[in-house]
């Protein structure tokens, strides 16, 4: 693989593997802002950055089980009306490097900011849809079962060389409400490399590796992706499988992230002055369920209290307040006394009374994804 023509970075990302890129920030910094800015956004690759410099060449082809397969510059993707979507996009091994401490797993070690929180800015994938007359979500399209695949051009050599691919299914593809893009700016900039420029799937509340960046190809297919990020990874297994026992196709590809929180403001073995110490950090579920609650131990988990959940400034986070972004983390807050060393524990609740798993045991799995434990962070006190 050719790595010669990779974008520059910002000097502050951390890199968990150089070729292909993949980096993310620091915990601070990702915890400053709820907009996460572009550069400081996780970076998550499996091959080298295509050039796609030439946009008056650039087309997406619509094709598959349609009527007739359509050709689409940016420009027709442009025509249609834009949507700015606010969404976290969190990479399925987001915390594996904890994982892999209790016993390991396979995969490139991420700390706790493999995600960002973007506004993008792009076209309905329901709306796209349209112009190849594929209906919006109707209960027949549902009970069809039919797949939307993404096709990118960047060559992975995990597809044997072959692009990065992954399917959605046509039901949530076609619903408008599901707020699926195509989209073409972050935080509203143009789309930079690193993210998928020109043209990239923003899938809500699915795991990273659904939305397909550098898009070549669309395609309707019967069956979901054959591709390999659906069938050979990114499936969630028990504790009990391991590498001499697995079987891929047992399991379903893995869609809806699970209820997720990380401290951002400490570090881990950081030393600490008694006293009051601000908690603060991110909370986010999938499938559009909302954050009902944080609770923070300041003493390893014997006993809670409540942080105070925001995205935006000042304005308190409600979970039915239609105004929020439904897509999109919380931040949360809270001021916990520490008298000697400790451990400080964040916890998150849904909207469907989801709560993340107390040890990180009961969810190993051996490719180390969905790693949503409560989130400890150990702290020394100084003298
Ligand atoms: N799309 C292509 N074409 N190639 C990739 O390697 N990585 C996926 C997804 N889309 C990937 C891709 C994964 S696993 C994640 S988590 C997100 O992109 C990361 O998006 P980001 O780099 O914009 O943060
Ligand atoms: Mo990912």
Redesign the pocket.
Known sequence: SDYSSEPPRHPSLRINAKE?F?AEPARRDLAASYITPVDL???????PI?ILDDIDSYYVTIGGLVGEPRRLSLDDIRKLPKYNVTAT??????RRTEMSRSRKVRGVGWDVC???NATWGGAKLSDVLQLVCVPYHTEITMAGGKHVE?I???Q?PEEKGG????SIPLGQATNPAADVLLAYE?NGEVLKR???YPL??IVPGV?????????DKIDIIEEESKGF?MQKD?KMFPPSVDWDNIVWSTRKPQMDYPVQSAVCSLEDKSAVKPGQVTVAGYALSGGGRGIERVDISPDGGKSWIEAHRYQKHDVPYVTSDISCDKWAWVLFKAVVNVKGDTVIVSKAVDSSANVQPESVESIWNLRGILNTCWHRVHLLATP
């Open positions: 292909p993949n956004f996780f970076k998550r690759n499996h091959g295509p996009l969190q990479c399925a091994g987001n493999a995600l960002g993404f990118s051009v960047d992975c692009p990065y691919r992954a972050m690193d993210h998928g990239r799937a795991i990273g590796a659904r939305s397909v960046k550098w898009l990020f990114y």
